[in-house]
């Protein structure tokens, strides 16, 4: 697995960014993607995660009815869709992917992380 995620930018908030993560090697079919996001001096913080199949999606209160994930299994690639963007979004966002096929919330069920793009949003 190879994880490459982007789409990161500056956006003024209210408005909306899709993040893509991208395997380019192609093994991670089985497994459940995450993305995850740490802003400056703060913890990592889960965002949101897909099964394998895409048919279970989980997100965080902070989140949930504005953002959405989403993947293509065809093009090996997961979509984190972002609306009514908030400073507070401001972060790095790393997608993984996980050891096993659910959509998972804890760091420790994800093997393999990609690199980070960088989400600013401004007030």
């Known amino acids: 697995v190879q994880l490459q995620a982007s789409g990161g930018g500056l956006v003024q908030a209210g408005g909306s960014l899709r993040l893509s993560c991208t395997d380019s090697?192609?093994?991670?079919?089985?497994?459940?993607i995450g993305w995850f996001r740490q802003a400056p001096g703060k913890e990592r913080e889960f965002v949101a995660a897909?099964?394998?199949?895409?048919?279970?999606?989980n997100y965080p209160d902070s989140v949930k009815g504005r953002f959405a994930i989403t993947r293509d299994r065809a093009k090996n690639t997961v979509y984190l869709q972002m609306n009514f963007l908030k400073p507070e979004d401001t972060a790095v966002y790393y997608c993984?992917?996980?050891?096993?096929?659910?959509?998972?919330?804890?760091?420790?069920?994800?093997?393999?992380w990609g690199q980070g793009t960088l989400v600013t949003v401004s007030s």
């Open positions: 090697r192609r093994t991670s079919s089985n497994n459940g």
């Open positions: 993984a992917a996980a050891r096993s096929s659910g959509a998972y919330s804890q760091p420790d069920a994800y093997r393999y």
């Open positions: 897909i099964s394998w199949n895409g048919g279970l999606t």
